[in-house]
C-alpha cells in the first residue's frame, strides 16, 4: 500500500519529516492519532497530479515512488523548512495574498470545516488530535457562533 494513492483519493501519513540537529529525518508519527489516512478532495488531487507530472518533467529527481516523498527540493532532496517557508512567502507576496505563517493554512483548514458545520470528531481525525477535545478547545472561537445554527434550528423547529 502506497503513503499516497490518487486513484483512490488518499493520502496516508506514516512518516514525518522533521530537523534534528540541524539535519532533517523521516521519523515515526508523535502519537498514534498522527498516523492517519486523508481523504483528499477532488482540488487536491488535481493539483498533485500536475505537481508529480511537473517534477517528473521538470527535475532529474527520483520519482516520489522511489524517494517516498511528495515535495522536494529540485533534485531531489527533502526540503529543509526555511527554505520550504521562503518559497511560501514568494507565493504568496506574488499572488497578492496577505502574509501569513505557513502553519496558519492548518488553522484556517480546521476553521473553514468547523464554520461548514463539518462533525469536530472528523476535524480532529484530519488533523491527527489525540482527542476531539484538543480540537474543541483549540477551535473553540469558532464553533461558539456554530452553536448559534443550533439555536436557529430550534427556533425554527418550534416557531418561535
Known amino acids: 500500500m502506497s ?16 530537523l ?4 532533517l529525518e523521516l521519523l515515526e508519527p508523535k502519537t498514534q492519532k498522527s498516523r ?6 477532488d482540488f487536491v488531487k488535481v493539483a498533485l497530479r500536475i505537481h508529480l507530472i ?3 518533467v521538470m527535475s532529474q529527481s527520483p520519482s516520489w515512488h522511489e524517494s517516498g516523498l ?3 527540493s529540485d533534485i531531489g532532496t527533502p526540503i529543509f523548512p526555511r527554505n520550504l517557508v521562503r518559497h511560501f512567502k514568494l507565493k504568496l507576496s506574488q499572488a497578492g495574498l496577505p502574509d501569513i505563517r505557513f502553519q496558519d493554512l492548518r488553522h484556517t483548514t480546521a476553521s473553514l470545516l468547523l464554520e ?5 470528531k472528523l476535524v480532529a481525525e484530519l488533523l491527527g488530535h489525540s482527542t476531539v477535545n484538543l480540537t474543541l478547545n483549540r477551535y473553540s472561537h469558532i464553533i461558539n457562533p456554530i ?3 443550533a439555536s436557529d434550528q430550534m427556533d425554527d423547529m418550534f416557531k418561535v
Open 70 to 72: 511528495v515535495f522536494t
Open 3 to 18: 503513503a499516497l494513492d490518487l486513484d483512490q483519493g488518499y493520502l496516508m501519513v506514516v512518516q514525518n519529516l522533521q
Open 54 to 56: 511537473r517534477r517528473q
Open 147 to 149: 452553536n448559534k445554527v
Open 116 to 120: 461548514k458545520n463539518v462533525h469536530p
Open 20 to 23: 534534528v540537529n540541524g539535519k
Open 36 to 41: 492517519r489516512m486523508i481523504v483528499l478532495p
